[in-house]
């Protein structure tokens, strides 16, 4: 098991190593295993390529953001260039309903609601609008249809975790109950959490994935 000060030095590392995120104005902190990063950025998609760089690095047990987006003269917008700028790329988004995602902009936060039927469809939306120059933060609120069997989408699950995971995750414990699906069971990385998670959300009608794994390096 890393130490914590292993750990603030790979994290750290791992910010460097991603192209874009200014590593310089990023401070990481480690402290029993949880990994907090503070500072500037000058965009949300800084700010959210620099979380997945911290969550890539093997050893981090969780992570807490206190980072703040400071946008430059060049890149402020105003809130309707924002909303218009979304609804246009989300009526170009192929992979989307018509008309299916609402837009709500209020002071650079740009929020996104509508129903969709698959998870990629709510990841999709929300992937098409986060490099919008302006943006300071993203809430996306779009919900997903129920399913119309609990008992499918247990099996779907499951199935995609007996052909996807490696052995030990394989002994994911699976609970469906409407749309909601709970994971239960050992991980050891957060590439198998996050695997895990992934074929839970594949499946149509989930709305909503409870993480009660739990992550042992």
Do not use: C
Not at 53 to 63: D, F, I, M, Y
Not at 203 to 212: L, N
């Amino acid at each position: 098991m890393k130490t914590d000060q292993e750990l603030q030095q790979d994290v750290m590392a791992e910010l460097k190593w991603e192209p874009a995120v200014h590593a310089a104005q990023i401070g990481v902190e480690v402290k029993d295993g949880v990994v907090t990063l503070a500072g500037e950025v000058s965009s949300y998609a800084e700010k959210w390529q620099a979380e997945r760089a911290a969550q890539r690095v093997n050893g981090v047990k969780a992570l807490a953001v206190e980072l703040e987006v400071k946008l430059s003269e060049f890149g402020k917008r105003s809130d309707a260039d924002i909303a218009q700028s979304a609804k246009n790329i989300l009526a170009w988004t192929s992979s989307l309903p018509e008309e299916s995602i609402k837009v709500m902009v209020e002071g650079g936060w740009l929020t996104l609601s509508g129903h969709v039927e698959w998870q990629y469809q709510r990841q999709d939306a929300a992937s098409s609008v986060r490099y919008l120059p302006g943006v300071r933060g993203l809430s996306n609120q779009i919900a997903i249809q129920p399913a119309s069997s609990a008992t499918v989408v247990k099996a779907d699950i499951v199935a995609a975790l007996q052909r996807r995971a490696t052995d030990e995750a394989k002994t994911i414990e699976v609970e469906v109950e409407g749309g909601d699906v709970t994971l239960k069971g050992t991980v050891h990385s957060w590439s198998e959490r996050d695997l895990a998670r992934r074929s839970a959300w594949s499946s149509a009608g989930v709305r909503r994935v409870v993480d009660q794994m739990n992550l042992i390096y």
